[in-house]
């Protein structure tokens, strides 16, 4: 029986030997797999932030050629609205010079 025990006791000391090493071991990986962690967050970090950096641009050139295509319609439109008062004034002045028999 007593040898049984120290069997027992060994077998304990055995596993609790196997334990240690083994929480060594991953205690001594941890800040290898902390540090590539680490790199994995910032490289994604990193990643995130560029492609917003780049959708921000891609919507600041395209609110510039909304702004500058918005400026080139007003001004086409003044250029109408210019022309077709001119017209106007054209076509009132031939009315009037035909009714009153001028031309």
Do not use: C
Not at 19 to 42: G, H, M, S
Not at 48 to 64: L, S, Y
Request: no cysteine; net charge negative.
């Amino acid at each position: 029986m007593n040898e049984n025990r120290i069997k027992q006791v060994l077998e304990i000391e055995k596993r609790a030997q196997e334990n240690y090493d083994a929480a060594l071991k991953e205690a001594q990986q941890l800040p290898t797999l902390a540090e590539q962690e680490a790199q994995e967050i910032v490289s994604k970090a990193r990643a995130e932030a560029e492609e917003e950096a780049r959708q921000i641009v891609a919507k600041a050139k395209a609110e510039d050629e909304v702004a500058r295509i918005l400026a080139e319609a007003e001004e086409k439109n003044r250029q109408l609205e210019s022309q077709a008062t001119s017209n106007f004034d054209r076509a009132v002045n031939f009315i009037l010079d035909r009714v009153t028999g001028k031309e």
